[in-house]
Each structure stands twice: as C-alpha cells, then as structure tokens.
C-alpha cells in the first residue's frame, strides 16, 4: 500500500480507486426526442439549477447523485455549462428536468460540428453568460507609435554648473552601517 505522505483528512478520498472513468469515452448524444441540449443559466441550490433550452424554455433542472459527491470533481455544473437534460414525460406542463451528462469544451465542439444538433440558442445563452461576470475599465490613457507631439524636456542636472558637492571628512562608508 502507498504511504499517505500529503496527510490531511480528505486526502484518501482523491484515490484513484475512487475515480470513474467516462464510459468507453464516446460522446452521448440525445437519442430520444425528450432529451436535448441545454445551457445551465443559474444554480439554485439544493442539488437544483435552471437551465435554459434551445426553444428558450426555462426549466428546473435536477442535479442528479451521479454528479454529486466524490464524482463532483470531474463533473463542475457552474452557469454557462452545456449540458445534455432529459425532459420528465409524466409532467404535462414540462418545468422539471433530470442532467444527463456534462459536456467538455472539446465535446462542445464535436456537438457544434454535428449537423443533427441545433444548438445556435444554446451556444449564444453560453457566450453571454461567460461575459456577464468580466467587466472591461476604459483608461484614459492612449498608447501610440507616432512622436508627432514634442516631448518635454526634463532637466537632467538640477545643479548649476561649476558646483560641486563634497561629503567631507567622513571617511569610509560601510554598507552595513546604512
């Protein structure tokens, strides 16, 4: 058995016994018409978000035990994440959902590329919500590669010429007795 040399209480639950690996690494794809991809807009807490369709439905989605706990690690639902939900069929007016999977930037860009998927709404909902929390400041100060204004001259020497400046009888400095 390997030594636990990092210490710490948690620190036996980062093992890799406990890892899960994604499946044999395929992308899932909805394969019902209940399932569809969404965006997650807001987390609501207590194991809930709202998710945002590509319709621009707004539902409640359910973060199921899969992504909870240990497995959280691997599997961050944050606002702006892609997810794949599946609508609940007993529910006639839909307002529930379960997630299904959490998709990778890499696999976002496999989704993109699928003709069967539209995801334009999905993607804008994305980008908007990435740029919601980054705020640009404006200087007022203009870099430019031209020196058509005239510089000001700094006097380099303050002192008048022909003055000098002597220390004295003060012998040797040390540098430790500054």
């Given amino acids: 058995m390997v030594k636990n040399t990092t210490?710490?209480?948690?620190?036996?639950g980062l093992a890799r016994k406990h890892q899960r690996s994604n499946g044999d690494g395929k992308?899932?794809?909805?394969d019902d018409a209940l399932e569809q991809v969404a965006c997650v807009t807001k987390m609501l807490g207590n194991g809930m978000c709202e998710i945002r369709t590509e319709n621009n439905e707004r539902l409640i989605g359910h973060i199921r035990n899969k992504f909870r706990g240990r497995q959280k690690r691997h599997n961050m639902i944050s606002t702006s994440t892609v997810v794949l939900i599946g609508l609940r069929e007993w529910?006639?007016?839909?307002?529930?959902?379960?997630?299904?999977?959490?998709?990778?930037?890499?696999?976002?860009?496999q989704l993109k590329d699928n003709p069967k998927i539209d995801m334009d709404n999905v993607m804008r909902l994305?980008?908007?919500?990435?740029?919601?929390?980054?705020?640009?400041?404006?200087?007022?100060?203009?870099?430019?590669?031209h020196d058509e204004e005239e510089e000001?001259?700094?006097?380099?020497?303050?002192?008048?010429?022909?003055?000098?400046?002597?220390?004295?009888?003060?012998?040797?400095?040390?540098?430790?007795?500054?």
């Fill in 91 to 109: 529910e006639n007016p839909i307002k529930n959902c379960d997630i299904l999977t959490i998709y990778s930037d890499s696999q976002i860009n």
């Fill in 7 to 12: 210490g710490g209480t948690k620190t036996k």
């Fill in 152 to 178: 000001e001259e700094i006097p380099q020497n303050t002192m008048k010429q022909g003055e000098t400046f002597t220390l004295g009888n003060m012998g040797e400095v040390d540098i430790d007795d500054i």
């Fill in 27 to 30: 992308l899932r794809l909805p």
């Fill in 126 to 145: 994305r980008n908007e919500l990435s740029h919601v929390g980054t705020t640009v400041e404006h200087d007022d100060f203009d870099f430019t590669t």
